[in-house]
């Protein structure tokens, strides 16, 4: 005879997984794909790339801060939140018609990429980037918004962690599978560290088709549910609905507190951020092959940020989202000095594997948890520029600092620049502490 008791717990993790089964979660899995896509190409991808084809630290450091579009992206939301788009808009809806041209900005960017030759012509590299960035960017505008307005606030955590799971399958895509197949796409003659620009083009053209995946999703997707917009006479009265009124109504809701809210925001990852530029410049430095790479970090170590952003996302429903945030701001103190020892420990397949499985499980741990974070603090009247903000804070001021990192390891090492990184994450554990005891005024 089955034990009533013991069974209950069995059936409260089938009610917990089975969330991830609804048709917002699977929309959000696929969209989340189409999100992490670009982000890797862009920057750790890209500086692999660089750094095989010879190009400075120092400069593929000042090349990541093609990744600030990411970080000034606030700037634009609110023409994503409320400017309708012609045709299109009244073809998708506001969400959908967004989300496709964003979608179509990045695989031409991603083409562009194809076919430039930083070793040749950088600039046209740059160029390129630039728009990948930029289109990028706006999709993440445009599918933040959409993702709080497909589900009440108590189901975004198991939300973000599909977008988080849909996400970081793309970051092996993006990473594992565009090195797989510029590896494959090599002569053989010249060895697996020449660099060969055309087995990278042909790697970016494959990224570039798979830009399909969300846009396939964003035309068999339902237009979510939101309040009409209230009609605008004049232009004034839309600047001052699109722009302000969005920033004003969240420092309403929290009053002082909302600067403390901002500053948590603005450091949770900056040491994770800070890091991952002279990740794939390491890689390289240390004579891992491409396929070494592709196995370890962007297999082990993305099937690793899968189980932790699926766990962070099931602690965070069941002990609240400020102590997972918690947990995951030490954890990443830890996991980035993990890499000060790898690079002192010299080449070492077996210690890569360790060492950047327990980084990525950190990582989805904490990035889950602070989704979930950053979407209770919206206003889904404000939903697309308010989470912008949020999620441009988070990376202004880590990637304007990442920016120097290839600086720092030319001027003092792999060992010393790893170690560094991890004292950033200090100030986060006070902050995530205070922040837990901020209540916002109001409903939202």
Same mark, same amino acid.
């Given at each position: 005879m089955t034990d009533p008791a013991a069974a209950l717990p069995k059936r409260a993790l089938r009610t917990a997984l089975a969330v991830y089964l609804r048709p917002e979660s699977l929309r959000m899995f696929a969209l989340g794909f189409s999100s992490g896509l670009p982000l890797l190409l862009v920057l750790g991808t890209l500086s692999f790339r660089l750094r095989e084809a010879s190009i400075d630290r120092s400069t593929i450091g000042h090349l990541s801060w093609a990744g600030l579009a990411y970080g000034f992206k606030?700037?634009?939301?609110?023409?994503?939140?409320?400017?309708p788009l012609p045709i299109l808009t009244r073809a998708l809806g506001r969400r959908r018609s967004w989300l496709l041209l964003a979608q179509a900005a990045v695989a031409?960017?991603?083409?562009?990429?194809?076919?430039?030759?930083?070793? &040749?012509?950088?600039? *046209?590299? !740059?160029?390129?980037?630039?728009?990948? $960035?930029?289109?990028?960017?706006?999709?993440?505008i445009a599918l933040d918004a959409? &993702?709080?307005?497909s *589900?009440? !606030?108590?189901?975004?955590?198991?939300? $973000?962690?599909?977008?988080q799971t849909g996400y970081r399958l793309a970051m092996i895509w993006a990473g594992a599978g565009v090195l797989w197949l510029a590896a494959r796409a090599e002569v053989a003659a010249l060895g697996p560290h020449a660099y060969q620009n055309a087995a990278w083009r042909i790697a970016y053209m494959v990224m570039a088709a798979s830009m399909a995946v969300g846009a396939?999703?964003?035309?068999?997707?339902?237009?979510?549910a939101r309040g009409a917009l209230a009609p605008v006479r004049d232009l004034r009265q839309w600047l001052e609905q699109a722009l302000v009124e969005p920033f004003a109504e969240f420092f309403r809701r929290y009053g002082w507190q909302a600067l403390l809210v901002l500053a948590l925001i603005a450091v949770y990852?900056?040491?994770?951020?800070?890091?991952?530029?002279?990740?794939?410049?390491?890689?390289?430095?240390?004579?891992?092959?491409?396929?070494?790479?592709?196995a370890v970090t962007k297999i082990y170590g993305v099937v690793m940020t899968l189980t932790g952003a699926l766990v962070g996302g099931s602690l965070a429903l069941r002990f609240g989202v400020m102590r997972i945030l918690m947990l995951g701001a030490c954890l990443s103190i830890v996991s980035n000095l993990l890499f000060a020892w790898l690079a002192g420990h010299g080449h070492d397949l077996t210690a890569l594997i360790a060492v950047v499985s327990a980084d990525n499980l950190a990582g989805g741990i904490a990035s889950a948890a602070f989704v979930g974070y950053l979407s209770s603090l919206t206003n889904v009247r404000h939903s697309a520029t308010q989470y912008a903000l949020f999620s441009s804070l988070m990376l202004l001021l880590p990637k304007f600092i990442a920016g120097f990192s290839g600086d720092y390891v030319n001027a003092f090492g792999y060992v010393a620049f790893f170690t560094?990184?991890?004292?950033?994450?200090?100030?986060?554990?006070?902050?995530?502490?205070?922040?837990?005891r901020v209540k916002a005024q109001g409903q939202r």
């Open positions: 606030w700037v634009w939301s609110p023409l994503v939140d409320r400017l031409a960017g991603l083409l562009g990429m194809a076919w430039s030759d930083p070793a &040749r012509n950088l600039p *046209a590299l !740059v160029g390129w980037t630039l728009l990948t $960035a930029f289109g990028s960017a706006t999709q993440d959409f &993702r709080i307005e *589900a009440p !606030v108590r189901e975004q955590p198991a939300l $973000a962690a599909s977008y396939l999703t964003v035309l068999l997707s339902p237009e979510p990852r900056i040491s994770d951020v800070v890091m991952g530029i002279m990740a794939n410049p390491f890689y390289v430095d240390m004579g891992y092959t491409k396929d070494q790479v592709a560094s990184t991890a004292p950033l994450g200090a100030p986060v554990l006070l902050l995530v502490w205070l922040a837990g």
